[in-house]
């Protein structure tokens, strides 16, 4: 870009921010979630994890990362794992107790969710939800195609989630939703590439029924909580400003994926936000669930 051209671009934004020679942490970054955000790792307080009897041990929240999880849980308890049965413990990023010593222990990131797999001595932790999502597809050989062309395809989406959706929360969510004020460059420039993703998914979704085909695989599961939530129920109530509707092929599959009962199920857990009726803040058994439907009804 030439120097009038760069003047020109410059001239559709307020004078910006000059950075200083090294940056300082002088404070918190303001706007809601701010208290997460600290530029050192390790923990800040002292407190050990509770340990439930299942084999998995889920530590998290219902973030769109934290239902990747727990729908895979119960879509492979659906297809008979017992294995997959676990219990899943509220993590409250809102008080820092993912900055606990527990918790760093078993994902030294200070993010959720984190798991710990009890079936093995000394316990697995996994970290990162994508390798936990790989890690229990491979484990319990399921929802992770067999064939090597496929599992190539399912295991390209799964990482284009990973590496994609920091644009979508961190980016468009953080300065769209979140930020103390809003600024025009930032939203410009997130939703932009935002846009860019959803046609890329419909695009890709025009003739299949899944992301992988007929399949029904972790890509689906890791792309939903996201994308899928976005068109279904707009989350950071940006449906109406990024056009959702117009992605028909995505909103056809989205839909299609919030039907099953395994993720509406996922959904709830550790869920902390919306209808009572559907939070559920810990999970030890199938039962809870139940529980929950009749504490419905009940009221």
Same mark, same amino acid.
């Given at each position: 870009?030439?120097?009038?051209?760069?003047?020109?671009?410059?001239?559709?934004?307020?004078?910006?921010?000059? /950075?200083?020679?090294?940056?300082?942490? @002088?404070?918190?970054?303001?706007?809601?979630w701010?208290?997460?955000?600290?530029? =050192? +790792? *390790?923990?800040?307080?002292?407190?050990?994890?509770?340990?439930?009897?299942?084999?998995?041990? #889920?530590?998290?929240l219902?973030t769109?990362?934290?239902?990747?999880?727990?729908?895979?849980?119960?879509?492979?308890? +659906? #297809?008979?794992?017992? !294995?997959?049965?676990?219990?899943?413990y509220?993590?409250?990023?809102?008080?820092?107790? %993912?900055?606990?010593? *527990?918790?760093?222990?078993?994902?030294?990131?200070?993010k959720?969710?984190? $798991?710990?797999?009890?079936?093995?001595?000394?316990? =697995?932790?996994?970290?990162?939800?994508?390798?936990? #999502?790989?890690?229990?597809?491979?484990?319990?050989? +399921?929802?992770?195609?067999?064939?090597?062309?496929?599992?190539?395809?399912? #295991?390209?989406?799964?990482?284009? %989630?990973?590496?994609?959706?920091?644009?979508?929360?961190? !980016?468009?969510? &953080?300065?769209?939703?979140?930020?103390?004020?809003?600024?025009?460059?930032?939203?410009d420039?997130?939703? $932009?590439?935002?846009?860019?993703?959803?046609?890329?998914?419909?695009? &890709?979704?025009?003739?299949?029924?899944? $992301?992988?085909?007929?399949e029904?695989?972790?890509?689906?599961?890791?792309?939903? /909580?996201?994308? !899928?939530?976005?068109?279904?129920?707009?989350?950071?109530? +940006?449906?109406?400003?990024?056009?959702?509707?117009?992605?028909?092929?995505?909103?056809?599959?989205?839909?299609?994926?919030?039907?099953?009962?395994?993720?509406?199920?996922?959904? $709830?857990?550790?869920?902390?936000?919306? /209808?009572?009726?559907?939070?559920?803040?810990?999970?030890?058994?199938?039962? @809870?669930?139940?529980?929950?439907?009749?504490?419905?009804?009940?009221?």
């Amino acid at each position: 870009m030439d120097e009038s051209a760069l003047k020109d671009a410059q001239s559709n934004y307020p004078p910006g921010y000059s /950075p200083p020679k090294v940056w300082a942490w @002088d404070a918190e970054s303001g706007g809601r979630w701010a208290s997460i955000n600290r530029p =050192i +790792a *390790g923990p800040t307080h002292k407190k050990p994890l509770p340990v439930g009897q299942h084999p998995i041990q #889920l530590y998290s929240l219902g973030t769109p990362n934290g239902v990747k999880v727990t729908v895979m849980l119960e879509e492979l308890l +659906a #297809l008979g794992k017992s !294995g997959a049965e676990y219990d899943a413990y509220l993590i409250d990023i809102s008080e820092g107790e %993912q900055f606990g010593s *527990g918790f760093v222990e078993v994902n030294p990131n200070s993010k959720i969710p984190a $798991m710990l797999d009890q079936n093995t001595q000394p316990p =697995i932790r996994i970290f990162e939800s994508g390798a936990i #999502l790989l890690y229990l597809a491979e484990k319990f050989n +399921a929802l992770l195609p067999v064939d090597p062309a496929s599992r190539a395809e399912c #295991l390209s989406w799964l990482f284009w %989630q990973m590496g994609s959706a920091p644009y979508l929360g961190g !980016g468009f969510g &953080h300065f769209y939703a979140y930020a103390p004020i809003k600024i025009e460059y930032c939203i410009d420039r997130y939703a $932009m590439e935002v846009k860019r993703q959803l046609d890329v998914l419909d695009r &890709h979704l025009a003739d299949k029924q899944y $992301m992988c085909g007929d399949e029904y695989t972790i890509a689906d599961i890791a792309i939903w /909580p996201w994308y !899928g939530l976005l068109v279904v129920d707009g989350i950071y109530d +940006a449906s109406e400003f990024l056009s959702t509707d117009t992605y028909s092929h995505l909103k056809r599959w989205a839909e299609k994926v919030a039907a099953r009962e395994a993720v509406q199920r996922g959904r $709830m857990v550790n869920c902390t936000w919306g /209808p009572l009726e559907s939070q559920l803040h810990e999970r030890h058994n199938a039962s @809870d669930f139940t529980n929950k439907t009749q504490d419905k009804i009940g009221s």
